[in-house]
T-cell receptor, first 118, second 115 residues
């Protein structure tokens, strides 16, 4: 299995709803990521988990709450979002590349979850 | 801090023509460089990567890229473009953060292919 699977593919929610995005990989990767991508923009890093611990939070508002229940799963809990949070949310996982002498990671991305906040 | 510049927002080429997408980076040390492709509404697919060594790297789908340290560039090329290559292309620089990596993406180049 060489994929990162994200569910749901599409999500519409109101500003008072609570929802979650899910991400799963079975490649044995020990780092997992959440990126946010607005229309016609590049992806922007939100969170990084390394060995199931949060290692990077790019000053993301608390209405986004990540969770890594185990090494294969990554969730993004959503609460009290704003319409400007509408975007494509991309999950990725990575491992050190054997070709890299200094252990660079190569990220594998999922297809994304398209979120619309009304 | 690292940064990536893709000077061309939109490029149109004819099917069968050659392609070169430009990427310039700014990073103090030897960079890890990547090209990703994204079809509409989809995730990102890795085309190729550069860590060190041979400056000409081969990727999937017939793409190649050349690392030029003197020009801080990592341009993507393809000798003959197919209609299915129409997509958004992102250049990225990566830095290690312990057991993970942070990718900084350029703003992307949208490729349109005319028949």
């Amino acid at each position: 299995d060489t994929e990162v699977t994200q569910t749901p593919k599409h999500l519409v929610m109101g500003m008072t709803n609570k929802k979650s995005l899910k991400c799963e990989q079975h490649m044995g990767h020990r780092a997992m990521y959440w990126y946010k991508q607005k229309a016609k923009k590049p992806p922007e890093l939100m969170f990084v988990y390394s060995y199931e611990k949060l290692s990077i939070n790019e000053s993301v508002p608390s209405r986004f709450s990540p969770e890594c229940p185990n090494s294969s799963l990554l969730n993004l809990h959503l609460h009290a979002l704003q319409p400007e949070d509408s975007a494509l949310y991309l999950c990725a996982s990575s491992q050190r590349d054997r070709e890299s002498p200094s252990g660079a990671n190569v990220l594998t991305f999922g297809a994304g979850s398209r979120l619309t906040v009304l | 801090a690292q940064s990536v510049t893709q000077p061309d927002i939109h490029i149109t080429v004819s099917e069968g023509a050659s392609l070169e997408l430009r990427c310039n980076y700014s990073y103090g040390a030897t960079p890890y460089l990547f090209w990703y492709v994204q079809s509409p509404g989809q995730g990102l697919q890795l085309l190729l990567k550069y860590f060190s060594g041979d400056t000409l790297v081969q990727g999937i789908k017939g793409f190649e890229a050349e690392f030029k340290r003197s020009q801080s560039s990592f341009n993507l090329r393809k000798p003959s473009v197919h209609w299915s290559d129409a997509a958004e292309y992102f250049c990225a620089v990566g830095i290690n953060t312990g057991t993970a990596s942070k990718l900084t993406f350029g703003t992307g180049t949208r490729l349109q292919v005319t028949l």
